[in-house]
């Protein structure tokens, strides 16, 4: 995490833990595995130029590697391309054989982020909080699915997007329209404006 170009804060897989994690990753057939650190993001050369284009809009710094051995990187995530139908079945059997070492968590556009534990969006909210002096009841958060749970809780104006899943909505204490209705922007025009519910 980073504040005005200095670095706050690193989440760090060990090097043991990120090889144990690749070597459950490459065993599981189906999915395409992007290890993300500080200085890129890596994935494999085998996978399609099609994962690769989809792939790049979310991760501006992809290199492409023949495995994951020997990668000079910090790292503290994976992102994991999972068919939608695949994530009820890939989501436990991950949780299981990982134990504490990384936590699978759905994202809402037919993946998984492995996150290290307690290395979350609230985790990562909580150091700038206390940073700049501001409250959770201060705070308005977004989210639409699993890896948004921990913030959501956290911050006083929790929003699910219109689109999220009905635990997401479930969480947070108010609705904003969809994504593709500009319902963040809406939302933030209100929180500045002081209306409802920002008074």
């Known amino acids: 995490m980073v504040d005005a170009g200095e670095d706050v804060f690193n989440g760090e897989l060990t090097k043991a833990h990120f090889d144990a994690v690749a070597a459950v990753l490459l065993d599981v057939p189906g999915i395409e595995i992007i290890a993300c650190g500080k200085g890129s993001a890596y994935t494999l050369n085998a996978y399609d130029d099609a994962f690769i284009d989809i792939a790049s809009k979310y991760y ?3 290199e492409r590697v023949n495995d994951f051995n020997n990668l000079s990187d910090i790292f503290f995530k994976f992102g994991l391309n999972v068919s939608d139908d695949e994530i009820p079945l890939i989501q436990p059997m991950l949780h299981e054989k990982l134990g ?3 936590v699978p968590v759905t994202t809402g556009h037919g993946s998984i982020d492995l996150i290290i534990p307690g290395v979350h969006k609230a985790n990562g909210l909580r150091i700038l909080q206390q940073r700049w002096g501001i409250e959770d009841d201060e705070v308005v ?4 699915s699993g890896n948004d ?3 959501l809780r956290q911050s006083g104006f929790s929003f699910a997007m219109a689109n999220a899943r009905p635990h997401i909505k479930a969480i947070a204490r108010f ?3 969809h994504n593709n209705e500009e319902g963040v922007l809406n939302v933030i025009e209100k929180a500045l404006n002081g209306d409802a519910p920002f008074h």
């Open 141 to 144: 958060a977004f989210g639409d």
């Open 60 to 62: 501006h710094r992809l």
């Open 149 to 151: 749970v921990e913030m």
């Open 100 to 102: 504490d070492i990384m």
């Open 175 to 177: 609705e904003a329209p």
